[in-house]
């Protein structure tokens, strides 16, 4: 799996291996969506082929649900689980108290909701997703198709109330077509630059009329699993304060790899 890969691929690859690690026979698991979140279910459909790994999993979009039954994981909705063990998600950005910017694949509401709705929330990512200030990529906002053009003004009005630097805003498109998330809304893509106070903007954002929920993902990630191309990986937990990193190897005679310490 692993002797072709880009050094960004193996970078997420080697992230979404340990964090797979976690996952445990019985568990209900939900399953982010993104690139970095592929890998995840990619080997967790390994385990489940090869190690005869029985889980449940909860996925946070479409996409995620075909490829989870693709690979053998068996798929419930959030309603079914009730309540998930863990969740394993991508980011687009996380700063040193692990809150995030989410929703570049335009999956944000479901993955706050079934992040919120788990025991625990592991993030996995590369090392170029790390930020000092949340801000740089583009802040997603999911909005109620109907009136978006007045709700994207009072955005941008509110942001200039509260001085966030930066107060354009570009409705994102699929194509010719505004792009249409799961749950039928839009998004806009709020360019800030710098997010100084992310966890009042998160608040003000959402009350909003045609907000539906925003990107900005403050004390919901519990772990991060960060992933190099050179196969290291180090694990930071905040509730424990522990950080701790292993070295996976990557063999030249084919697709197989290994890890080399725990
Ligand atoms: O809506 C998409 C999600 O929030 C993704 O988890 C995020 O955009 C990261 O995606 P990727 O792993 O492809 O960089």
């Given at each position: 799996m692993s002797s072709d890969l880009s050094p960004i691929d193996r970078a997420k690859f080697v992230a979404a291996k340990r964090a797979a690690s976690y996952v445990h026979s019985g568990m209900k698991v939900g399953l982010g969506t993104g690139s970095t979140a592929a890998w995840l279910v990619r080997c967790l459909g390994e385990m489940v082929r090869d190690e005869g790994l029985r889980i449940q999993g909860v996925p946070t979009s479409t996409r995620t649900a075909q490829l989870a039954r693709d690979v053998g994981i068996e798929v419930i909705s959030l309603d079914e689980a009730k309540w998930l063990d863990l969740t394993i998600d991508g980011a687009d950005e996380y700063d040193v108290d692990l809150n995030l910017i989410k929703g570049?694949?335009?999956?944000l509401l479901q993955e706050k909701i079934v992040a919120t709705a788990s025991d625990q929330m592991m993030v996995i990512a590369d090392i170029?997703?790390?930020?000092?200030?949340?801000?740089a990529f583009p802040l997603p906002i999911e909005v109620i198709p109907f009136g978006w053009q007045t709700t994207k003004t009072l955005v941008e009005e509110t942001l200039i109330s509260l001085d966030v630097l930066g107060t354009s805003s570009t409705l994102r498109m699929n194509g010719d077509t505004p792009f249409v998330t799961d749950e039928g809304n839009h998004i806009l893509d709020l360019h800030l630059n710098r997010i100084g106070n992310a966890r009042q903007l998160s608040l003000v954002l959402n009350q909003i009329p045609g907000v539906v929920e925003n990107g900005l993902f403050i004390d919901i990630c519990d772990v991060l699993v960060i992933g190099s191309a050179d196969g290291k990986v180090e694990v930071r937990d905040i509730n424990k304060g522990s950080t701790e990193e292993i070295q996976f190897d990557f063999l030249d005679d084919g697709n197989i790899f290994i890890e080399a310490a725990d």
């Open positions: 570049g694949g335009g999956a170029s997703k790390q930020v000092g200030m949340l801000g």
